[in-house]
């Protein structure tokens, strides 16, 4: 039997929608547990962040892992924020997307652009940046590409360097593009719920 596509597990996933700040927040229950949380600016529809959680080894609720969008939200781990604070200074890697591409920063990166390069490392499917003064090395994947079973492609990468951000662009191939068009068009289909109005909508 074919394995389902991404797309596919997507529309067979239970939905739950919620408009709330300016923002359609998507709540998917996937066949295996697994739950993803999304929320898309609606003015935009630009994805601003992107959440998973699976059940432990226990079976219990496991904690949420950040995709897109800032590492930790202030709300989550709070006491463990207060018992063990990360330097201010250590760089913070973050995937903030466009509309267009997918998009990293890494903030507190003070060494000029030349310092840096941003290669595609095909067999192990992921993204290197370096740095000619060894001061930063980072390996990263993208999901979406995997999920879409889609190989990466160095000519869509680009960076750039400006107050002390290293910004990577990796220009979403037309197959996504269009998938994720295809996508916004079925959840706004999903009625959403309006705060305050008691339980979301579930699709």
């Known amino acids: 039997m074919a394995v389902p596509s991404w797309l596919e597990r997507l529309r067979a996933a239970?939905?739950?929608?919620l408009v709330q700040d300016g923002k359609r927040k998507i709540h998917y229950l996937f066949e295996d547990g697994k739950e993803m949380a999304e929320e898309y600016d609606i003015k935009t529809g630009q994805l601003m962040s992107r959440k998973w959680r699976e059940k432990n080894t226990l079976g219990g609720t496991g904690k949420w892992q950040v995709e897109v969008g800032e590492p930790t939200s202030p709300l989550l781990g709070a006491l463990e924020s207060e018992l063990i604070t990360e330097s201010s200074s250590n760089p913070v890697f973050m995937r903030k997307d466009t509309l267009s591409?997918?998009?990293?920063?890494?903030?507190?990166?003070?060494?000029?652009?030349?310092?840096?390069?941003?290669s595609v490392e095909e067999e192990q499917r992921c993204c290197v940046i370096r740095t000619t003064n060894k001061k930063y090395y980072k390996k990263?994947?993208?999901?979406?590409?995997?999920?879409?079973?889609?190989?990466?492609?160095?000519?869509?990468?680009?960076?750039?360097?400006?107050?002390?951000?290293?910004?990577?662009?990796?220009?979403?191939?037309?197959?996504?593009?269009?998938?994720?068009?295809?996508?916004?068009?079925?959840?706004?289909?999903?009625?959403?719920?309006?705060?305050?109005?008691?339980?979301?909508?579930?699709?």
């Open 14 to 17: 239970r939905k739950t929608a």
């Open 101 to 118: 591409s997918f998009q990293w920063r890494i903030r507190n990166l003070p060494y000029p652009k030349e310092v840096y390069s941003v």
């Open 140 to 203: 990263f994947s993208i999901p979406d590409l995997d999920r879409y079973r889609l190989p990466l492609d160095a000519a869509a990468l680009s960076f750039t360097h400006a107050n002390n951000t290293l910004i990577i662009t990796y220009q979403k191939p037309k197959e996504i593009l269009a998938a994720e068009e295809q996508l916004q068009k079925e959840l706004k289909k999903i009625k959403a719920a309006n705060s305050g109005d008691g339980d979301c909508t579930t699709q």
